[in-house]
């Protein structure tokens, strides 16, 4: 090894060493944090707010250290990747420690925690602080497949959150509105604590690989009356169309039928709903929420379901073309199939037509 690629591992080293110090003085501030929310203890609270000026003294001399690597050693491929990604990941970091702040600033105002309410923020304060720490230890270590694998809990996390804000919602008339909002907080924070360490994740494999963060992946779910032609013609759509950019169902009020008109018209202009089984919408606020986007093709999406999921958006397609029974399906299809495609390039971040 060269006496410059000696210096070059050298000030690699020294950078990796501190990630991992900031990466333990965050970790150990959400610890604190849930710990003086869930034990009620304000000066432990106190103590982790003031605990973040060196969390951020860290985080900037980590900002200096990759500024100075790039300036002195002009780095190419994978050095250059890698100072970028301990960029990106130094913000994700300084950004946990500011929740942690958070929750702690929420704690002194709220009373201790009981019952439900405090299992579950230990629970997703558990989940997140795993998620937190193996995707740091990827990123040290360098380990694409275990960046992959870590990036998965976040969808756990997020079914938490859900399941957290709807007990929040059944409990609201025990709380007073100020300290709902206060848990609300909370739980938001402890799910930016996840979407954080996934994007270290995602920094980790670019560092390793070089590939780049891939378009999101979304799941949605079309509704109609009667699950016979408007939703199905959608998810037909969206699956012919963009096969690659998600996940696609729909659903009715009720389980209609497709009547052979309707096979066959919808046939002739390249849809082929034969093997469709019409299917009434379950009411489990947990299948729901796993759905990104809720899309309403005959009335707000609110008439179909009683609560929407906090994650989930919900839109509605207020259609100029009537689905008669007799009427011709193609100016039909061509206004789904339009709806279909500009939703679809806004989910993608493409310009529309």
């Not at 907080?185 to 390793?208: G, M, P």
Request: aromatic share 6%; hydrophobic share 45%.
């Amino acid at each position: 090894m060269s006496h410059y690629e000696e210096r070059i591992e050298k000030d690699l080293s020294k950078i990796r060493q501190q990630l991992a110090l900031l990466a333990s003085q965050v970790a150990s501030a959400l610890t604190d944090a849930v710990h003086a929310l869930l034990a009620d203890d304000d000066p432990l609270a106190y103590a982790t707010i003031l605990a973040d000026n060196r969390v951020n003294a860290v985080s900037n001399e980590l900002d200096r250290m990759c500024n100075a690597f790039i300036g002195v050693h002009l780095p190419s491929g994978g050095h250059l990747r890698l100072m970028s990604a301990v960029i990106h990941a130094n913000v994700a970091l300084e950004r946990v420690g500011d929740y942690a702040v958070t929750i702690c600033r929420e704690a002194v105002r709220l009373a201790r925690p009981e019952g439900t309410m405090a299992r579950e923020i230990e629970l997703m304060a558990g989940e997140s602080r795993q998620m937190l720490q193996q995707a740091v230890a990827a990123f040290v270590e360098g380990n694409a497949d275990q960046a992959r694998a870590t990036m998965s809990i976040a969808d756990q996390v997020e079914r938490t959150f859900d399941m957290a804000f709807v007990d929040l919602l059944a409990a609201r008339d025990d709380f007073k509105v100020q300290d709902l909002f206060a848990y609300l907080t909370v739980f938001n924070s402890l799910e930016r604590v996840s979407d954080q360490a996934k994007n270290i994740c995602e920094d980790a494999v670019y560092a390793v690989t070089g590939e780049g963060r891939g378009p999101k992946f979304h799941r949605i779910l079309f509704l109609d009356e009667d699950n016979s032609l408007l939703g199905p013609l959608a998810e037909a759509i969206a699956r012919k169309n963009f096969a690659q950019s998600g996940e696609y169902h729909s659903r009715g009020r009720r389980a209609g039928v497709c009547t052979p008109h309707t096979l066959a018209a919808l046939q002739e202009v390249g849809i082929d709903l034969a093997r469709h089984q019409p299917q009434a919408l379950g009411r489990h606020h947990q299948e729901l929420a796993s759905y990104h986007l809720i899309v309403s093709l005959q009335g707000p999406v609110s008439s179909y379901v009683e609560q929407i999921p906090f994650h989930t958006v919900a839109l509605e397609w207020r259609l100029a073309q009537s689905p008669g029974e007799d009427a011709d399906l193609r100016p039909l299809t061509r206004e789904v199939s339009a709806l279909v495609n500009r939703l679809m390039a806004t989910l993608r971040g493409e310009e529309s037509d």
